[in-house]
DNA sequence: GTTAGCATGTAAGGAGTTACATGATTTT
DNA sequence: AAAATCATGTAACTCCTTACATGCTAAC
């Protein structure tokens, strides 16, 4: 969870921890946040794993200035190679862990550098997990409505019209990747360029 | 959280772990689950809190059988005296602790047990938080908007469009509690008749 | 010179999940 | 008699939060 966003993060830029936090409020929005009592820790973890390496960041500021070796600076992160792969490995991911309700948003978030492929599979498995738990509720609730007081009710319909606005706003969104998606193609290989990042588009102007 | 909701469950009637489930399912619908995993080790913590008591559900079947005090039967789980004063004290709790996203949906299910003032106090605090995190992220997105990629915006938008719904559907809710909430009394003395539980209504045919 | 915000961290703990283990009862 | 579903439970673990502790730097 965090480790991704971590990883995405960093993917497109050396972070220190402080601005991490805020690029992961500015990136995730409205549905996730951390705080830094996860952060660091979760950092220093990957840091021991080898998918990032801490920077002095203070180094470029000071320039030529005597040594000082022993202040606070910020520490700057950076991805390792492994870092780079194990990002790859986790975009790469279509299951279950990639379209839960906790995990959805993260990867979504990084579609950008995910194989289009995978984003089609990764919205559908969201949907399909949508729509299974609203045929659950719709199910039971036709069971029980009678039995169920005025603010259960309201709770019930407010769910299942969000459910119901979050699977049509991933219909849209399926369609638009079936269209745009993969322009080079036509048809026939459907060539799942996995780690190939489009040229330039991070820093288009 | 859990601990609420059994409350809840068991203030209406007795039940067991199994069907507990079940309740909770179709009591708080698409927005929470819980697993067998926490719910059995949270009835036992609940025992041994004194706020239930595990009877024997096969008592009643068997009547008149001989012992067979040896069989595992079905639990039923009842609510105590203290447990019914322990579910109040957390019904009159307006505060973070019932409006946040994980834990407002449990409080709102069992607002027809809940004191008006109190619903209107939670509904009002939700309202706000959901506020303030629009606002936060309506800010940077303004200051950041240029930088996003396409999928990093859609997620924004979506959110914030659930954002909007979710307040605009607490507004109507705390209009109809202004109104239609209080209807003995005109003015006046608000008496909130905290556990004044109505008539019948509950197993009504 | 003091408040506010930047910056980094740790310790303790909460609230759950997954996977496993077991057995009874009902349906096919 | 096999399969499904009802029913109860435990152990290990995940992932994150809260509260605390510390110090620097910019603004008022």
Known sequence: MLELA??????????????????????????RAFSYGSLY???????????????DGDAEVVAGAPAL??????????????????FQELLAEAGPSSWEDETFGVHFAFFGQTDPAVRVRILEGRRSRLE???????????????????????????????????????TELIETERAGGPPPQTSETSTTSQITPPPTERGAP
Do not use: C, N
């Not at 972070?15 to 991490?20: F, I, K, N």
């Not at 029980?144 to 407010?158: C, N």
């Open 6 to 31: 971590v990883l995405g993060l960093l993917h497109e830029s050396p972070l220190h921890g402080y601005e991490l936090r805020q690029r992961l409020k500015a990136t995730l929005g409205t549905f």
């Open 41 to 55: 820790p979760t950092l220093r973890r990957m840091r021991d794993a080898g998918w990032i390496t801490e920077d």
């Open 69 to 86: 070796t022993g202040r606070r600076g910020k520490v700057v992160y950076k991805l390792t190679a492994e870092g780079k792969e194990r």
């Open 132 to 170: 299974e738990r609203r045929e659950g509720v719709r199910t039971t609730l036709a069971r029980t409505r009678s039995r169920l007081d005025r603010y259960t009710l309201q709770l019930q319909e407010h769910g299942l019209e969000s459910v119901d606005r979050e699977v049509r706003w991933l």
